[in-house]
């Protein structure tokens, strides 16, 4: 069975840091790609980077890029979200997901999220 966990949301002042981590488990780690959604109150879920296990291509919705960085530690079947010089309009909810790739595939399993609360 698919597992994802996420872990590292919290509250945290505009322009601080914070690192999100998702522990996956039930499936082949290296074969995957994993995404980042997130949703704010109101508003759809959107995407906001993705990573494949395999090679390690990245992927960031332009807006994000140079403040977020995807990576993986495939050894520990992890994928981390670092968020620098967060911005009140970064709160959601973050959510990883499982994808059979970043490109031409959506998420075909999430994992429960967590909170991300950036104040001004």
């Known amino acids: 069975e698919v597992y994802l966990v996420e872990s590292g949301g919290g509250l945290v002042q505009a322009g601080g840091s914070l690192r999100l981590s998702c522990a996956a488990s039930?499936?082949?780690?290296?074969?995957?790609?994993i995404g980042w959604f997130r949703q704010a109150p109101g508003k759809e879920r959107e995407g906001v980077s993705c990573?494949?296990?395999?090679?390690?291509?990245?992927y960031y919705e332009e807006s994000l890029k140079g403040r977020f960085t995807i990576s993986s530690d495939n050894a520990k079947n992890t994928v981390y979200l670092q968020m620098n010089s967060l911005k009140p309009e970064d709160t959601a909810v973050y959510y990883c997901?499982?994808?059979?790739?970043?490109?031409?595939?959506?998420?075909?399993?999430w994992g429960q999220g967590t909170q991300v609360t950036v104040s001004s």
């Open positions: 990573i494949s296990n395999s090679d390690g291509t990245t």
């Open positions: 997901a499982l994808q059979l790739s970043c490109v031409g595939s959506g998420p075909d399993y």
């Open positions: 039930g499936f082949r780690f290296d074969d995957y790609a």
